[in-house]
């Protein structure tokens, strides 16, 4: 991967990005992403924020050689401290990280987020929580999409400013996922419930305590909601 050529999960994540956005890329690596957004004509300015010196280094460099140091500001910063007023950055993009250390940055500095209509974020894992955390901030999900690569499952959460309500299904699935079961999503989903048989195996050994059956209780109850969602 590189500058020209984006993994297919960040190719992805840059497909949904407005023609014209201020980008601010958050946890930006190599910042691969927005330089191949410049390059393109997507995006017309950048910041490329890293909160590590090694890999904030990296995206340094990568910009410099690039040829895009006027276009694309690197900052070492916290989360969304990378993102000044002046900036005035209109859609962020937060990929490769678990959904509750995405949720984590995005309440460390709301008020990075008053300029920006779009959130575009790719957790690792846990989506879910990034959906609860659009309900309470009135964010509604516009988009969603999910894709393998290299045998594993990625989901991606484009978000922006409004009020929608969900199903307890659609937040832990994704509505527009659920709709559309795709082979991958549905394989996903047959992955999540094979785990959660095997625990439910395991603790059906253990001792009866009220805290065992109350996590009995809580993954019949999720198996359940799955095998409906996919019928």
Aim: with cysteine.
């Amino acid at each position: 991967m590189n500058a020209q050529k984006l993994s297919k999960r960040l190719e992805t994540v840059a497909s949904f990005v407005p023609t014209g956005a201020v980008l601010a890329d958050i946890g930006s690596d190599h910042a691969y992403l927005p330089c191949n957004l410049v390059h393109k004509g997507i995006v017309s300015r950048a910041i490329a924020g890293e909160v590590v010196k090694g890999p904030y280094e990296s995206a340094v460099r990568q910009v410099r050689t690039e040829g895009l140091s006027e276009v694309i500001t690197v900052r070492l910063a916290d989360g969304l401290a990378a993102i000044h007023p002046e900036d005035k950055v209109n859609t962020v993009t937060i990929a490769g990280m678990g959904g509750p250390l995405i949720v984590s940055i995005l309440e460390n500095n709301p008020e990075s987020l008053q300029s920006v209509t779009r959130l575009i974020l790719q957790p690792n894992i846990h989506a879910k929580a990034i959906r609860e955390w659009a309900i309470r901030n009135g964010w509604a999900i516009h988009d969603e999409a999910i894709l393998e690569e290299d045998d594993k499952i990625y989901e991606i959460l484009v978000l922006q400013r409004g009020q929608e309500s969900y199903t307890e299904a659609e937040i832990l699935l994704g509505k527009k996922l659920m709709a559309e079961k795709s082979p991958v999503f549905m394989q996903k989903w047959a992955r999540e419930m094979a785990n959660w048989e095997r625990v439910l195996q395991s603790i059906e050994k253990a001792e009866a305590t009220s805290e065992i059956e109350t996590k009995r209780a809580e993954l019949h109850h999720l198996i359940a909601l799955v095998q409906e969602a996919l019928t």
